[in-house]
Each structure stands twice: as structure tokens, then as C-alpha cells.
């Protein structure tokens, strides 16, 4: 797993064992139990990629930043990813995207697959990801799944989370149907939310079956 010093990396960590045994952790930030991975150094990121059965890549720059900075460590980071997974014979590689990338997008009922429209240079970076991801399947066979996050949180922190929620619990349960699904998808991520703007089709195609619903926090923020 790359970024699993970040945000959603803590959150999922306490999850891994459920889903998988022998994970191997990476991320730029050092932290207890996390080996340290630079996911711009190309060298690095291959002798990572060797000897795993996926990689969960969870790396990057998670917010807007200029374009410089979301080209370096997104696209060409993921760039790196797939090209060492590729290389070391990994078969299958889960990313993650974002809904930023379909944020110009009327978000409602909008499917899995939407094509992008991104809202900033972030989504912008995730839609390249995306493309990125889709060329190494057809180029190298790589099994891949590209899951299109809404707001991964312990609780809803808004109103408009209320819709896109995705609890970690929920995200490692998409993690693990994503990591026994083949060819190339993209999935959103989001919860069992009652207000839930997007699709359950994705998902359920690769047998992803979210449990949590952000509406048992909504007399808090409404």
C-alpha cells in the first residue's frame, strides 16, 4: 500500500488484516511500521512493486495544488506504480481516484464511468490517473480498479456528505472486492448512504456491498 501514512491509509490500516495478510507499507511521510517510499523516484517504486501480490495505491497529493506539484506526484507517482507493476509481474493494482474528476459534472445519478470533467488541477490529476490506468490494462493486462472517492471520514463532516460518505469501513470493504475484481473499472466510492447521489452498478460489479449510511448523522448537521 503507498499512502498509508495519510488520511485514509490510517483509517484503513486497522482493516488490513480482514482483508489480506502480509501487507507492506509505504509512504513519503516516515511513521510507525511504514516504510519510507518516494513514489517520485521511478528506482524506488520498482524495487517497491517486487515480490507483492497488488499494490493499493493510495499515494499522492489529496487537495488542490498547482499543477506542477499534482503532475509530479500524481500522474507521473502512478505513472511509476503501474510501470513497476507491470515490470514486476504484479497483476492487479486498485487506485485511487476521486469524484473531482467528474467534478463539473451534474454529480446526480452520474455512473461509474462518466467521462471526466475535472473541477481543479487535482481532478484533473485523477482523470489522468485514470487514463493512465486504462492504457496499462490494455498495453500490459493489468487488472485494475479505479475507485472514484466521494468523502472517506470517520463521520460526515457537511451536509453534502450526507450524499457522497464513504465510511472505513465501507472503504475496506471496497478495497477488498476491488482486489478480487478483474479488468480495468472505475467504482465510486461512497456508502450505502440513503441521500447517495451515485449509482450502486459499479460496484456491484465487482461485488462491492457497502453497509454504512451517513443518514444516522444527519440530525447533527442539518
Not at 124 to 134: D, T
Not at 198 to 211: D, K, L, Q, V
Request: hydrophobic letters at 40%.
Amino acid at each position: 500500500m503507498t499512502g498509508a501514512a495519510g488520511r485514509i491509509g490510517r483509517m484503513l490500516r486497522p482493516y488490513l488484516p480482514e482483508i489480506s495478510p502480509g501487507w507492506r507499507l509505504t509512504d513519503r511521510e516516515r511513521a510507525p511500521g511504514v516504510e519510507p517510499l518516494d513514489l517520485t523516484d521511478a528506482a524506488a517504486v520498482a524495487r517497491a512493486c517486487r515480490g507483492v501480490a497488488a499494490i493499493v495505491h493510495l499515494g499522492g497529493i489529496s487537495a488542490e495544488a498547482s499543477f506542477e506539484e499534482v503532475l509530479d506526484a500524481n500522474v507521473r507517482g502512478t505513472e511509476h506504480v503501474l510501470r513497476g507493476a507491470a515490470e514486476a509481474g504484479v497483476p492487479r493494482v486498485v487506485i485511487a481516484s476521486s469524484n473531482h474528476a467528474t467534478g463539473r459534472h451534474d454529480q446526480r445519478s452520474l455512473p461509474d464511468d462518466a467521462p471526466p470533467r475535472p473541477d481543479s488541477f487535482y481532478g484533473w490529476s485523477k482523470a489522468a490517473v485514470e487514463s493512465l490506468a486504462r492504457l496499462y490494462h490494455d498495453e500490459h493486462g493489468l487488472d485494475v480498479v479505479c475507485l472514484r472517492i466521494g468523502h472517506c471520514l470517520e463521520k460526515p463532516a457537511d451536509v453534502r456528505d450526507l450524499s457522497v460518505w464513504l465510511s472505513p469501513a465501507d472503504a475496506a470493504r471496497l478495497i477488498a472486492a476491488s482486489l478480487t475484481a478483474t479488468g480495468y473499472h472505475l467504482v465510486w466510492g461512497v456508502s450505502a448512504n440513503t441521500r447517495r447521489w451515485w449509482p450502486t452498478t459499479g460496484g456491484e460489479a465487482i461485488g462491492y456491498h457497502p453497509r454504512d449510511d451517513a443518514e444516522v448523522f444527519a440530525p447533527h448537521l442539518t
